[in-house]
Nanobody
Framework: QVQLVESGGGLVQAGGSLRLSCVAS??????MGWFRQAPGKEREFVAG????????YYGDSVKGRFTIPRDNAKNTVYLPMNSVKFEDTAVYYC?????????????????WGQGTQVTVSS
């Protein structure tokens, strides 16, 4: 069983930066991902990373602005968000899984955090 706890959400002005963190209890040998869900919208893939850290994946809407570094020694994955836009406003969820293939599909992940709210003001 893995428990995921996100932190770092909050209010940020458009064009600013924010960094989310996700700490995983237990083993760090999981692929990790970030998803987000805005009110009235479906959950959207944001970023994913293999356990080895060798390959990263990004949603089209965040490419070039967000990254997904991880620190396996701390069982932590991050989501530095730069040049944020109003449309980045959402609840951001951290996810972990062993059988993750595409990284972009939420049902590939086995464990989910409770989510952290990010609100971008104009």
């Amino acid at each position: 069983q893995v428990q995921l706890v996100e932190s770092g959400g909050g209010l940020v002005q458009a064009g600013g930066s924010l960094r989310l963190s996700c700490v995983a209890s237990g083993s760090s040998s999981y692929a990790m991902g970030w998803f987000r869900q805005a009110p009235g919208k479906e959950r959207e893939f944001v970023a994913g990373i293999r356990w080895s850290g060798s390959t990263n994946y990004y949603g089209d809407s965040v490419k070039g602005r967000f990254t997904i570094p991880r620190d396996n020694a701390k069982n932590t994955v991050y989501l530095p968000m730069n040049s944020v836009k109003f449309e980045d406003t959402a609840v951001y969820y951290c996810a972990a899984g062993r059988g993750v293939a595409s990284f972009r599909v939420d049902h590939e992940y086995d464990y989910w955090g409770q989510g952290t709210q990010v609100t971008v003001s104009s």
